[in-house]
């Protein structure tokens, strides 16, 4: 009986022991998750990576810490940079929000750096296949966000910046090769190349187009969704095979352009007023472009 006491005895020790351990590794992580957080704020981001990295080792388990550590390494990512520690810095962000999804499917700040960090890594890509290949990616990842935060507008403007973003740059080769400057009214000249462009890019512009607009159902202010909302009007008015079908177009274009700029002028009285006429500077990060 004695020998079975001793036992049980010794397996509580034991189990208390590695709760100890563990409650102290937990403390440990805490304490390095804000050493890093201290140094992110001050911009030292290499110092907050290996606060955050050895937070995330002492816990494997703490999401806080994973995406901290996922940020840093995002917030040190410039695009259009080629070296191989700027791809490094991309990769580790990847692969460290990619771990938080896979903690937590629905964490939306990991859904929309990851569709981020894929439009700006398409950045400076001359290739337009490997471009298109990663703003279809970020697209992806933009319509997951939409599934989890049907009222996130970022997620639909974003995928209408994309059509964009993949449709422009075609209708600009189109017209040099034509030899239509970017000022020049269209439609395009050559009916065969409006039809080549109409079969591969109207669904895709009309997509983009219904995207802007459930971004302007959530925030009728959305003066970014309205100022695409022009460009891919007039912009597919090139497709057009009539000058009526070219004219009512660029007119849903010239409305959104108004549109935009009243939204602005009435978004700006406001914030004059409400900072009492004075104009204040903020540091907050501006939608991508």
């Given at each position: 009986m004695k020998r079975r006491l001793v036992a049980l005895s010794a397996i509580v020790a034991a189990f208390a022991l590695a709760f100890s351990l563990a409650g102290c590794r937990k403390l440990a992580a805490r304490d390095n998750l804000n050493k890093g957080v201290n140094a992110f704020k001050n911009a030292k981001y290499t110092e907050a990576v290996n606060s955050f990295t050895e937070a995330v080792k002492l816990d494997p388990d703490y999401p806080t810490a994973r995406l901290y550590l996922a940020t840093a390494y995002m917030s040190q990512y410039i695009p259009g940079a080629s070296s191989d520690e700027n791809t490094g810095y991309w990769k580790n962000a990847l692969d460290n929000f990619k771990q938080v999804l896979e903690k937590n499917p629905k964490d939306t700040t990991a859904l929309e750096s990851i569709a981020s960090l894929y439009i700006q890594s398409s950045q400076g890509l001359n290739d337009a296949k490997e471009k298109n290949a990663r703003l279809d990616e970020a697209k992806i990842w933009y319509q997951k966000l939409a599934e989890v935060e049907p009222t996130n507008k970022t997620a639909y403007y974003s995928q209408g910046f994309i059509v964009w973003g993949k449709w422009y740059p075609a209708l600009m080769e189109a017209r040099a090769k034509l030899g239509?400057?970017?000022?020049?009214?269209?439609?395009?000249?050559?009916?065969?190349?409006?039809?080549?462009?109409?079969?591969?890019?109207?669904?895709?512009?009309?997509?983009?187009?219904?995207?802007?607009?459930?971004?302007?159902?959530?925030?009728?202010?959305?003066?970014?969704?309205?100022?695409?909302?022009?460009?891919?009007?007039?912009?597919?008015?090139?497709?057009?095979?009539?000058?009526?079908?070219?004219?009512?177009?660029?007119?849903?274009?010239?409305?959104?352009?108004?549109?935009?700029?009243?939204?602005?002028?009435?978004?700006?009285?406001?914030?004059?007023?409400?900072?009492?006429?004075?104009?204040?500077e903020s540091n907050a990060p501006k939608d991508a472009k």
């Open positions: 239509m400057k970017p000022e020049d009214p269209g439609p395009l000249k050559d009916k065969k190349v409006r039809g080549e462009l109409k079969a591969q890019y109207s669904d895709m512009i009309q997509d983009g187009i219904n995207n802007l607009n459930k971004a302007l159902e959530i925030d009728k202010e959305y003066d970014d969704a309205m100022a695409y909302l022009n460009l891919l009007y007039r912009e597919r008015a090139d497709l057009a095979d009539s000058p009526e079908e070219y004219k009512k177009d660029t007119e849903v274009a010239d409305t959104w352009v108004q549109k935009a700029l009243e939204t602005k002028k009435v978004k700006a009285e406001r914030a004059q007023k409400s900072t009492g006429g004075i104009v204040q």
